[in-house]
């Protein structure tokens, strides 16, 4: 390590600035340097990374620290470190050329790119010196630093070829499909092809979640009956929630499992996958009201309040870090024997190892006495095999669980990189949202929309868009603008419509109605539909130059079905046609190719079935107990097509609705007691008083 800094010292992102003192003469990604890079006739070295990925600090640690291969990349390169959480845009075309080069992609993403930025070579993790089957990284530097000087026209052949498959991975023509309920079908039947009966989850290890599939699978469980679509989701959320990828003790979920069971995750956590579980949990209680999905999303929610929060000023931090340094894997999380027997009762000790799974022998490789807390039995067979009726064990349970919790708060903390990103946060406030609704948390619903106040007051500008960064780890403001993609502008619509929705209040509605109208003018493509993942006048620096039409769910929603699903959203209650017919043709755009994405399609599917299946509008107004209860009953069932929105007698003035809302009720403040409308279209059922009969009504409707 040196004391002089690199130019990463200017940097806000806490992982750019990581780095600002490593010998690597770094530079962020820009025009300054490509510009060097020709001067000088150097390629370029692009490390791409984040602060939550363990390789990518052994790769800084063993290689990137190094002066001896500092040196060789000083004189051969010139060098470019991005932040994937900061520029996803940059990040999307690279993961595409390395997996077009090399296979597989992932973090670090390691490429060599000519002077304009065209990728020729691409790998993810190299090792300093040769070892795990992968070339050492000082002569991968130096054979390709010999191909720039000597066979330079082979690089070159090879970067406009890759380019090429950059564009072409995400460029679909498939308008030969056509727009019905058969896609969903084949899209759910390729889900449930992969369903893992035994363990749930799809396919064999690692296991990822998949939010949006999960969705798809309950909706279409809900609202058809099929017992085996229903049993691939909740089978799945249970083996989930009791496995090792569920923080036992805090609460919130890992990012994935690298076994078939769930026991071992990789341990980092990350708001995306966390918000979108959520809306998972939420999403099953409401149609097949099992308390343990209602406990897991109260859960989830705890950990998100307790860690991922500005609980002063509102804002979702990003992730937290799996390790505390290069040695650890995940040793803040586990636990060996010793360490259990060290903090509780021999009782409590009892109880926790039989139901924790906490032996001897765990379960990591680096140590193998460190047990991930999993469940494999249930308390109440704990309880059997140790002679305890189920409220003693219960309570048993989580005094131990209590006190594990405070013992390990007691060890260094994994770091937290509290910047706050737009899409990920839209993510979660609609979670939040939902969840605060289903499962009547008003706290939840507060923070959420103190969440979305402050994105709207210091991301969102009508004259220049949506930035991508609300605010640094730092906590100020981004001090040069980052553009907003697609994903940003999609995602915040969805969270304001929820937002009104959950609160009657018209400058929700207003907000989602200009961010949706700022997405299709800057993202829209008017010649062949759908819509880029980044603004039509945004940067084409270097292989930003290819265009890209995202479709396959990664693992957030994918941009282009999650705005077709927010504009017919949108215009359910604007009456606006062109939303409608821009959701339409971006769903062509894709409905020739999209069953042979399966579970990476979930969002298509969501919005496909928000498409075809006619929106029912439930409208509840009115305060007091009965109408608290006739809301409570119109979430009752998740059904993505259908909205609930609630009034309350301040809010009965048609002015407060949107305009086809309005034209649909325009007698709405005329309404003396708590009423519940059951609306389809232009036309509404006579109004409901009683919450039975607003169930009956659903079933019919939904």
Known sequence: MTDTLNALAHSSSAYLRSAMHQPVRWHSWGDDAFALAAQEDKPVLLDIGAVWCHWCHVMDRESYENPAIAAVINEHFIAIKVDRDERPDVDSRYQAAVQAMAGQGGWPLTAILTPEGKPFFGGTYFPPEDRYGRPGFERVLRSLADVWQNRRGEALETANSVLGAIEHGESFAGRSGTLSISIVEKLVSSAVQQFDARYGGFGSQPKFPHP??????????????NERVREAATVTLRKMAAGGVYDQLAGGFHRYSVDEQWIVPHFEKMLYDNAGL?????????????????AVAVDIIRWMDECLSDRERGGFYASQDADINLDDDGDYFTWTLAEARAVLSNEELAVAASYFDIGEMGDMHHNPQKNVLHSKRTLAEVAAALSLSAEEAQKKLDSAKSKLLAARRERPTPFIDTTIYTSWNALAISAYLQAARVLDLPHARTFALLTLDRILREAWSETSGLSHVVAYADGKSPAAWVAGVLDDYAFLT?????????????????????????????????????????????????ALAARRKPLQDTPTPAGNPAAASALLRLASLSGEKRHAELAEDTLEAFAGVVEHFGLYAGTYGLALLRFLLPPAQIIVAGDGPRARELAAMAVARYAVNKSVVQFDAAQLAVENLPPALAETLPHLSGFTEPVALVCQGMSCQPPITEPQALLEALHSAV
């Not at 949006?212 to 009956?225: C, E, K, N, P, W």
């Not at 809306?279 to 999905?293: D, G, K, L, R």
């Open 212 to 225: 949006s599939a999960m969705d798809m699978l309950i909706d279409t469980a809900s609202r058809t009956g």
């Open 494 to 542: 969805d969270a304001c419509l929820e937002a009104w929705e959950s609160t009657g209040d018209r400058k929700y509605y207003d907000a989602a109605a200009q961010i949706a109208d700022a997405m299709i003018a800057r993202f829209y493509d008017q010649t062949s539909g759908a819509f880029f993942d980044t603004e039509i006048q945004g940067s084409k620096l270097g």
């Open 278 to 294: 959520l809306s998972n949990y939420v999403h099953a209680f409401q149609s097949f009201v099992e308390p343990e999905f209602a």
